[in-house]
């Protein structure tokens, strides 16, 4: 167990909806990653937030979008949602220690 | 350009044997750090081990090591006495710099562990 925890664990969802994933980091952390999963383009970044605040950005679309609550939980939204969307998306976080990274269990998304 | 190379698609290993898992990777900045994870076939994403570019020597962790050949940009992944429970798709990962910290994968390479 990593101690980052995401739910829901899957979800189901027909295109054009809009879903919410959570991620709690691990205790003490302030830095929440999120990637996604999908056969085609692989594990890609997604987005960066630390204490709060966005760190960095990757290849996140507009229909996407995260925050970080002040309790340092954090939350994905994607909206208007396609097909393609569909992915393992994962969060991960970190401390002050460049050597490590921990990914929660993910939350496997299916956009019929 | 893709910064981190993984040319393995799938192998496969006798169990007790040790396996070798390849990575390369490329970058310009002079601090980085590259790790190693572990995804089962339950969809997890475990920590394996961490080098970092300015490590003297090579990372160990159990029955996992890291090659790390700085000048040849490679970091290869090194399984010693392979299990069943081994048998798993394994992903090369880079950090680059001391800002953020975000991750760039491989393709992965499948593992197949055989009795």
């Known amino acids: 167990d990593s101690g980052v925890t995401q739910t829901p664990k899957h979800l189901i969802t027909a295109t054009g909806q809009r879903v919410t994933l959570r991620c709690s980091p691990r205790s003490g952390d302030l830095s929440v990653y999120w990637y996604q999963q999908s056969l085609d383009q692989g594990l890609q970044f997604l987005i960066q937030y630390y204490n709060g605040e966005e760190r960095a950005k990757g290849n996140i679309l507009e229909r996407f979008s995260a925050q970080q609550f002040p309790d340092l939980h954090s939350e994905l939204n994607l909206s208007s949602l396609e097909l393609g969307d569909s992915a393992l998306y994962f969060c991960?976080?970190?401390?002050?220690?460049?050597?490590?990274?921990?990914f929660g269990p993910g939350t496997r998304l299916t956009v019929t | 350009a893709q910064k981190i190379t993984q040319t393995q698609p799938g192998m496969f290993v006798q169990e007790k044997e040790a396996v070798t898992l390849d990575c390369t990777y490329d970058t310009s900045d002079p601090s980085y750090g590259l790790f190693w994870y572990k995804q089962p076939s339950s969809g997890e994403m475990i920590f394996l081990i961490y080098q970092g570019s300015y490590d003297q020597q090579n990372a160990t962790e159990g029955r996992y090591s890291l090659n790390f050949q700085k000048a040849r940009k490679s970091a290869n992944l090194v399984i010693s006495a392979s299990q069943l429970g081994d048998s798993a798709m394994y992903f090369c990962?880079?950090?680059?710099?001391?800002?953020?910290?975000?991750?760039?994968f491989g393709a992965g390479t499948t593992v197949t562990v055989r009795a």
């Open positions: 990962a880079m950090r680059e710099g001391r800002g953020d910290y975000k991750l760039s």
């Open positions: 991960a976080s970190s401390g002050a220690r460049v050597d490590e990274q921990y």
